[in-house]
Each structure stands twice: as C-alpha cells, then as structure tokens.
C-alpha cells in the first residue's frame, strides 16, 4: 500500500474511535444526570403521595447504585473496545508493512526481468536473422535443383525444415517438387502449408 494510503486508514482508525468515544460519553452524561431527575421526580411525588415520604429516599439509592453499575458497565465496555481497535490497527499496519516489502520485491523482479529482456532481444534478433538467412539460401539451392534430384532429400528431411525451405520458394518450384515425393508426405506436407 502506498503511504497515503496507510495515513488514510489510521485517521479513519483514530476517527472511529472517537465517534465510539463521543457516544459513549454522551450517554454516559445522560445516565449520570438522569438519578438526578430520577430523585427530583420521586420528592415531588412522594410530597403528594400519603406514606411515600419513605419509599423516595429508597428508589433513589436504588437508582444510584444502578447508575453506578451501568456507568462502570460502560466504561469497562469502552475500554475494551478502544482495546480490540487498538490490535486491529497494529494488525492493519503490520500488514501493510509486509505489503509494501512485497510490493518493492515484484518491482525489483519485475525490472530485473526487463533488463534481462532488453539484453537477450538483440541476440534473439540475430538469431532470427541468421535462421532466416540459413533458410532463404537453402530455398535458392534446392529451387536451382531440378524438382527430381531435390524431392528425395527434402522427403528425408523433417517437415519444419522442410516446410521453412517450401515457403521461401517460388510457388512453381514447390508445385514442381511435391508430385515427387512419397504420396504420404507431399498430403501432409500440403496440409501443413494450407494450415499456415
């Protein structure tokens, strides 16, 4: 990965985590002001109610113990959370690390086989040449050849060769050297140059 892109994902990362956090807090607010209006609430009513002047005092401890616990809850929740995002993102980065060494590892292959592919072409290149040479004389000294004296030895020969030779010649010269041949290897030899 590029380095913008491991840049992006650790402010996404960071991002994330405080939107959780942001969240978490806000209703962490409201369950820490609401025992408050929980007790505000249940003094009024207790002043109108007959005989409720002792239950009040009662549900509001009882509220604030759960707050308590809820509030306690949450944070142990959001630690652990802010935990697994931290693993997450050290895992996320360990991965991009071994990326980017095996991105660079395929762009030094990669040149390597470039380099070695611009200094074998020319060779290639000769070569070619030379086997085209090679088969352009062949095809003149077997074309000068009188169709009789040249089909026995172009009937021994492998059908490449003699195939290479057959289309450097003139289409007469060729025409006149194939009734010559065994019947089996002029038809084959016929079907090959029909196929190129």
Same mark, same amino acid.
């Given at each position: 990965?590029?380095?913008?892109?491991? !840049?992006?994902?650790?402010?996404?990362?960071?991002?994330?985590?405080? =939107?959780?956090?942001?969240?978490?807090?806000? !209703?962490? =607010?409201?369950?820490?002001?609401?025992?408050?209006?929980?007790?505000?609430?249940?003094?009024?009513?207790?002043?109108?109610?007959?005989?409720?002047?002792?239950?009040?005092?009662?549900?509001?401890?009882?509220?604030?113990?759960?707050?308590?616990?809820?509030?306690?809850?949450?944070?142990?929740?959001?630690? *652990? #959370?802010?935990?697994?995002?931290?693993? #997450?993102?050290?895992?996320?980065?360990?991965?991009?690390?071994?990326?980017?060494?095996?991105?660079?590892?395929?762009?030094?292959?990669? &040149?390597?086989?470039?380099?070695?592919? *611009?200094?074998?072409?020319?060779?290639?290149?000769?070569?070619?040449? &030379?086997?085209?040479?090679?088969?352009?004389?062949? &095809?003149?000294?077997?074309?000068?050849? !009188?169709?009789?004296? =040249?089909?026995?030895?172009?009937? #021994?020969?492998?059908?490449?060769?003699?195939?290479?030779?057959?289309? #450097?010649?003139?289409?007469?010269?060729?025409?006149?050297?194939?009734?010559?041949?065994?019947?089996?290897?002029?038809?084959?030899?016929?079907?090959?140059? &029909?196929?190129?």
């Amino acid at each position: 990965m590029r380095p913008s892109e491991t !840049k992006a994902g650790g402010w996404i990362g960071r991002g994330l985590r405080v =939107a959780v956090a942001v969240a978490l807090g806000g !209703k962490l =607010a409201l369950l820490v002001l609401a025992p408050g209006e929980g007790r505000a609430l249940a003094s009024g009513a207790a002043a109108r109610a007959e005989g409720g002047a002792a239950a009040a005092p009662a549900g509001a401890a009882g509220a604030s113990i759960s707050t308590r616990g809820d509030v306690r809850t949450l944070l142990d929740a959001l630690e *652990k #959370r802010q935990a697994e995002l931290d693993a #997450r993102e050290r895992e996320v980065a360990s991965k991009e690390e071994r990326l980017a060494l095996y991105e660079q590892d395929v762009i030094a292959k990669v &040149a390597s086989l470039e380099e070695i592919e *611009k200094r074998l072409s020319p060779r290639a290149k000769a070569a070619s040449q &030379a086997g085209d040479a090679s088969a352009e004389s062949l &095809a003149k000294i077997y074309g000068a050849m !009188k169709p009789e004296a =040249a089909a026995p030895i172009l009937d #021994r020969l492998d059908d490449p060769t003699v195939l290479t030779i057959f289309r #450097r010649m003139k289409e007469k010269q060729v025409g006149e050297i194939l009734p010559r041949m065994s019947r089996e290897r002029a038809i084959a030899l016929t079907q090959a140059l &029909a196929e190129r």
